[in-house]
């Protein structure tokens, strides 16, 4: 069984940083896409970034992209969402998510991950 737990969310000032963990508890946990979604109230589930389970390709949604950065640490058993310039419309909250073993579908929809977290708020205040 693969649980994945979110940490790092907080409310931060437009323009700030967080750095959002995902811990994952899976001795299975490097053969494993990686991804991160986030949920506004009254919105639909949204893609945000997602890494590969080689680690060789990141994938980011356009509002994201050049402010946030995705990455994995297969030692340590965890991913991780850097997020920089924070806006006002960044606010949700962000589940990380894990794909089946050695997936090769697509890591920017809900469909492409079998194991989420219980997510982590984000606020950032204009």
């Known amino acids: 069984q693969v649980q994945l737990v979110e940490s790092g969310g907080g409310l931060v000032q437009a323009g700030g940083s967080l750095r959002l963990s995902c811990a994952v508890s899976a001795r299975t946990f490097s053969s494993h896409g990686l991804g991160w979604f986030r949920q506004a109230p009254g919105k639909e589930r949204e893609f945000v970034a997602a890494i590969h389970w080689s680690g060789g390709t990141t994938y980011y949604a356009d509002s994201v992209k050049g402010r946030f950065t995705i990455s994995r640490d297969n030692a340590k058993n965890t991913g991780s969402l850097q997020m920089n310039n924070l806006k006002p419309e960044d606010t949700a909250v962000y589940y990380c998510?894990?794909?089946?073993?050695?997936?090769?579908?697509?890591?920017?929809?809900?469909?492409?991950?079998?194991?989420w977290g219980q997510g982590t708020q984000v606020t950032v205040a204009s």
């Open positions: 998510a894990a794909s089946e073993r050695y997936s090769s579908g697509t890591y920017t929809t809900v469909r492409g991950y079998k194991y």
